[in-house]
């Protein structure tokens, strides 16, 4: 039942090609569905913030959102919207902006109230004061939601999978689960985590690319 | 004449006056303190000056011309110096003209002569973490200059600053002053300083603030390094004194 783990790396060898056919699909989902769910997330989050009434009446249900169970919807969705890629995406949306939507809501918050009252001394109007110093003292915030958020859609891509699909290594795994053959199954859950780790590193790489004034010294060099 | 006029402004929060009637004028190329304790709605005169807030009464004019509840016309600095901290110097300073729709390399071009006169030679590049709290006061000072040339609002500035800095940095700030003809309307509640620095005092106190005094320094400028210790500036003090 509990394969070793020479039988584990042996099973990832063996199964190479079809991991990787089935990742591809896998990858393709969640980089569309983070895609839109960070837009979604951050258009969200931009609207709340201009608006305060927005605010006030959708906070509490987007919490909500975040309180059912992706399992539980995700048959939904595939009633909904059939087989294909359509509900896969739509759970990743779900899962994936709200944490970019906390996050950016926050960093708006955040923002010093005298450098933006310096600014509209200046004449700024409000999408200068957005570009100039809520954008930008948002972005470390932002980050730490897309990390949250990178993890969560690949995690959503295979559950959704898992629940209804023609491919993608959610649906491979549910077939190797039938077939008793556990060393497959333990392979491609390191495949998944591998991804998942990958995806995170990736957003740690862009975010030191867009704060390089983070960690510095007096001397400009990085602590 | 008249670079600034402060006219009979009165404003109240809530029900609850915070300046009666104040008057203030600023003339070409003057210092001029407003000294008063903390609280005493000082910053909220330069609301009003700066355009941010809206008097109950009262006007505010730059050069004779009405700029009351305006925003743009005037600039401020404060105690903090607010660079944005993901901008380096030269993009912190040259904030003021990308805010006007200037391109980002005019910008840069048209700021970075203006790095000597300020002492900030060598910091463009630098973000403003990297820099001492007096280089971030130039540089914060060097933002105000670039949005509006010829009048400074300056809310306690240099009150951060160690005294030993500060010392220095009141006489740097008298040489640029005059090198760049610059008027300033100086808040401060400490007594030395506005004496060491300021061609005119208005005294800000009571509530609601009132003006209670004006007390001009007589005393030529650049003023010799122990002014503070001679019995003409114990004598300004005392009368300061009296009149809070």
């Known amino acids: ?223 | 004449m008249n670079k600034l006029e402060v006219k009979n402004v009165s404003k109240s929060f809530d029900g609850k006056p915070v300046l009666k009637d104040i008057s203030v004028e600023l003339n070409q190329g003057e210092l001029v303190c407003l000294l008063g304790v903390s609280g005493g709605g000082k910053t909220t005169l330069f609301n009003i000056i700066s355009g941010l807030l809206t008097p109950d009464s009262g006007q505010v004019l730059l050069d004779g011309k009405d700029i009351t509840n305006q925003p743009g016309n005037i600039s401020y600095m404060l105690q903090k110096d607010l660079l944005l901290p993901y901008r380096t110097i030269e993009d912190n300073a040259a904030l003021p003209l990308l805010l006007k729709g200037i391109k980002k390399k005019e910008a840069r071009k048209q700021v970075s002569p203006m790095f000597s006169q300020f002492g900030l030679e060598g910091t463009q590049r630098k973000y403003p973490s990297q820099l001492s709290g007096g280089m971030r006061q130039r540089a914060a000072l060097l933002r105000t200059y670039m949005f509006s040339k010829d009048v400074a609002l300056l809310d306690e500035p240099f009150s951060a600053l160690d005294t030993i800095t500060k010392s220095s940095m009141h006489k740097w700030y008298l040489k640029v002053m005059g090198e760049i003809k610059l008027s300033t309307l100086f808040i401060t509640h400490d007594i030395d300083e506005a004496i060491l620095i300021s061609d005119r005092i208005y005294l800000l106190s009571g509530t609601p603030g009132k003006i209670t005094g004006e007390i001009i320094i007589k005393e030529p400028k650049p003023r010799c390094e122990d002014f503070n210790l001679t019995a003409e500036f114990l004598e300004y003090k005392r009368r300061i004194l009296s009149l809070l």
Do not use: H
């Open chain 1, 1 to 223: 039942m509990l394969p070793s783990p020479i039988e584990v790396m042996q099973a990832f060898v063996s199964e190479f090609p079809l991991l990787l056919e089935n990742s591809v699909i896998t990858l393709q989902e969640a980089f569309i569905g983070l895609f839109l769910g960070v837009s979604v997330g951050f258009a969200v989050a931009v609207l709340m913030d201009t608006f305060g009434l927005l605010y006030k009446a959708f906070y509490p249900l987007l919490i909500i959102t975040q309180t059912i169970p992706s399992v539980a919807i995700a048959p939904l969705l595939v009633l909904w919207f059939g087989y294909e890629m359509t509900p896969k995406i739509v759970l990743i949306v779900i899962s994936t902006f709200f944490p970019v939507t906390v996050g950016l809501l926050d960093g708006f918050r955040s923002a010093d109230k005298d450098a933006i009252g310096l600014l509209r001394s200046m004449g700024a109007n409000r999408i200068k004061v957005f570009r100039y110093i809520k954008f930008p003292s948002a972005l470390p915030q932002l980050f730490s939601g897309l990390r949250i958020a990178a993890a969560y859609s690949v995690v959503g891509a295979v559950i959704s999978e898992w629940l209804g699909g023609f491919g993608g290594l959610g649906v491979y795994m549910t077939r190797v689960k039938k077939a008793f053959a556990f060393d497959k199954m333990f392979a491609v859950i390191f495949l998944i985590s591998a991804i998942s780790l990958a995806l995170m590193a990736l957003v740690g790489f862009a975010e030191k690319k867009c704060m390089p004034y983070r960690n510095l010294n007096k001397k400009g060099e990085k602590l």
